[in-house]
Nanobody
Framework: QVQLEESGGGLVQAGGSLTLSCVASRRTGDMYFMGWFRQVTGKEREFLASRSGIGTPYYAADSLKGRFTITRDSAKNTLYLQINNLKPEDTAVYYC?????????????WGQGTQVTVSS
């Protein structure tokens, strides 16, 4: 079992920045993928980005790369997501996830989520 705990969400004005953190209860190993999803109310949960402990980060779309940065500190079992130039459409619950396989295929463990609200 792996527990994931997100933090760093909150209310921020458009144009601002946030860094979300996700701490895993135990080391999952460099081959495990850790990543971020988000869910807008009334919509499906969408994959944003992931990375293994040894690979390069993967983003769901090129359009995310300019504003979203995923980093991982394996020594601290912690994953981060920095979001710059926040927009009202970024308002969502952001979830951390981990899995031994590609997160787009199967998520083994989810965090509880952290709410990000962007005001215009």
């Amino acid at each position: 079992q792996v527990q994931l705990e997100e933090s760093g969400g909150g209310l921020v004005q458009a144009g601002g920045s946030l860094t979300l953190s996700c701490v895993a209860s135990r080391r999952t190993g460099d081959m495990y993928f850790m990543g971020w999803f988000r869910q807008v109310t009334g919509k499906e949960r969408e994959f944003l980005a992931s990375r293994s402990g040894i690979g390069t980060p993967y983003y769901a779309a090129d359009s995310l790369k300019g504003r979203f940065t995923i980093t991982r500190d394996s020594a601290k079992n912690t994953l981060y997501l920095q979001i710059n130039n926040l927009k009202p459409e970024d308002t969502a619950v952001y979830y951390c996830a981990t899995s031994p396989v590609d997160l787009r295929s199967r998520v083994a463990y989810w965090g509880q989520g952290t709410q990000v609200t962007v005001s215009s």
